[in-house]
């Protein structure tokens, strides 16, 4: 079974940058898309950013465009998220997810295959 841990949480001030990784126990990253979601206390889970199986194909969720970056490492297994001029209301916890179906047009999960534990970003003066 795959398994996702993330890192790289933590807390900054707004305005400043932190950059998720979420490493894979194996090789995923040709069959499986990949993506991040995040939740704050008392709302939704949120779609965040995700990657189709071959990389070149993204969609970001409409509050972080221009914002964040998905990218991954081909040679290793590791999927990364830049956040980039961050908000107090980017904090959450944010979860890695490898899904078998990539989707431009639905925000949900479709067919989730892992989700990694999460980990705490919070921005904050």
């Known amino acids: 079974q795959v398994q996702l841990v993330e890192s790289g949480g933590g807390l900054v001030q707004p305005g400043g940058s932190l950059r998720l990784s979420c490493a894979a126990s194996?090789?995923?990253?040709?069959?499986?898309?990949m993506g991040w979601y995040r939740q704050a206390p008392g709302k939704q889970r949120e779609l965040v950013a995700r990657?189709?199986?071959?990389?070149?194909?993204?969609k970001y969720g409409d509050a972080v465009i221009g914002r964040f970056a998905i990218s991954r490492d081909n040679a290793g297994n590791t999927v990364y998220l830049q956040m980039n001029s961050l908000k107090p209301e980017d904090t959450a916890v944010y979860y890695c997810?490898?899904?078998?179906?990539?989707?431009?047009?639905?925000?949900?999960?479709?067919?989730?295959?892992?989700w990694g534990q999460g980990t705490q970003v919070t921005v904050s003066s």
């Open positions: 997810y490898a899904d078998r179906v990539f989707s431009l047009t639905n925000d949900r999960p479709v067919d989730v295959v892992a």
């Open positions: 194996e090789s995923i990253f040709s069959i499986y898309a």
């Open positions: 990657l189709s199986n071959t990389g070149g194909i993204s």
